[in-house]
């Protein structure tokens, strides 16, 4: 049976791709005929037909929940059936032509058609937190340790979940070994559950370590002109010893986390907790006996992982994420942030622009609440003012941040 002579496909590929294609199609538009031929003779349409072809394209069935139209072929006239199966062969070549260049892209398809790959995150384990403005501070309860004002923030990217204790280890051995030679081996309930019990100086080396492990550019510095990478002893840094550009670990600013934790609820309403305005022992790790109007279901701390000895800790991720995909936002461990404790700077303008803290100010802020902690504070707004930087707790962890992606 000769190949119909309207059939003419053109693949702009190379001569061995164009060589393989067309003979794949032939192939197929042959196939496609007989069946069709087959089809008619029996007075049935082609996709009811048992004999409807399967030409090697996953979409062409023979059965009768076909999502192609019917094509009868009751009688069809010659040149009818040439059209038929030239449309055949131009549907089928692009997908044939992709299964004879074993994925490779080719002129055959324009690049908007070609398959996209699936997208990767930028930063595996980390979230994507948009840039933009948004209310920070209490505007619930009207603490005067913290005042609503507008702040923006650039975008940036926070760890999804706390720091383990087996992250913890793992970078703390390499970093013992490459010029971090007094990071502490850290608490830590498991392997799974976070790093506890590190103090605010601790944690930031560790941070220029892991940085370092992975080639990436430290952020940390004992000197104003950022030449010297911190890595020993109990410096007080200010912000002109960090590089905030590089693509390094970090802790996040006090707004970054707080823009973070909130989870982009505060452009519908500005919610006590990441999810909303009542907390429970569904939703996070926390000791639920303050009597708040807000706390609801069992109290006392969490009847799950109140084992054993104290801390009374539960794996990192154990509750439902945030909208930006961030889990423990409230309850489990504090965490560290990069800021002073003090005022807020709202003062200065009407609204503040990455902020980076007070200049002076013994304390570091934490945030989050703990296990340990009522369900006040927990919220979004609560600021600990008594985060001493040389100081551990096995209520205090932290999670890491970037600026921006490799």
């Known amino acids: 049976m000769a190949f119909p002579e309207c059939v003419d496909v053109e693949l702009a590929a190379g001569a061995e791709m164009r060589r393989r294609t067309t003979v794949a199609v032939m192939a197929a538009v042959m196939k496609a005929f007989e069946d069709f031929s087959h089809c008619a003779r029996f007075g049935k349409d082609y996709a009811s037909c048992d004999g409807g072809a399967k030409v090697g394209l996953p979409e062409w069935s023979n059965s009768m929940n076909s999502p192609h139209p019917k094509l009868p072929m009751k009688a069809l006239p010659p040149f009818l059936a040439c059209s038929a199966l030239t449309a055949l062969a131009l549907a089928a070549a692009p997908a044939l032509h992709a299964q004879t260049t074993d994925g490779e892209a080719t002129a055959s398809q324009p690049p908007s058609q070609q398959p996209k790959p699936p997208e990767r995150p930028e930063l595996p384990g980390f979230a994507a937190i948009p840039g933009g403005e948004f209310t920070m501070g209490d505007t619930l309860e009207s603490d005067r340790r913290a005042p609503w004002h507008k702040v923006n923030v650039s975008a940036f990217h926070m760890q999804q979940k706390e720091v383990s204790k087996a992250q913890w280890d793992e970078v703390r051995d390499w970093g013992r070994r490459h010029g971090y030679p007094d990071l502490p081996d850290g608490g830590g309930k498991a392997a799974k559950h976070p790093a506890q019990a590190v103090s605010w100086h601790d944690v930031v080396k560790w941070c220029n370590a892991k940085s370092e492990k992975e080639e990436l550019t430290p952020c940390y510095y004992t000197d104003a002109a950022q030449t010297a990478v911190y890595q020993t002893g109990k410096t007080d840094l200010d912000s002109t010893m960090v590089n905030w550009t590089a693509n390094g670990y970090r802790l996040p600013t006090e707004a970054e986390w707080e823009k973070a934790a909130r989870g ?143």
């Open 264 to 406: 982009g609820l505060d452009d519908e309403h500005c919610a006590r907790f990441p999810w909303g305005d009542t907390i429970s022992h569904p939703q996070a790790n926390f000791c639920n006996d303050g009597k708040e109007k807000y706390q609801t279901g069992t109290t006392g701390n969490h009847p799950a992982y109140q084992t054993g000895e104290a801390p009374f800790t539960s794996p990192v991720g154990s509750f439902a994420a945030n909208k930006y995909g961030l889990y423990d936002m409230a309850g489990n461990v504090c965490e560290w942030c990069w800021d002073r404790y003090g005022r807020y700077q709202w003062e200065v303008s009407t609204t503040q622009t990455d902020p980076h803290g007070p200049v002076e100010g013994r304390f570091r802020v934490m945030r989050g609440g703990s296990w340990y902690n009522h369900a006040y504070f927990c919220g979004v707004a609560y600021r600990y003012d008594f985060g001493d930087p040389s100081g551990s707790s096995y209520n205090v962890g932290f999670r890491l941040a970037r600026s921006s992606a490799p």
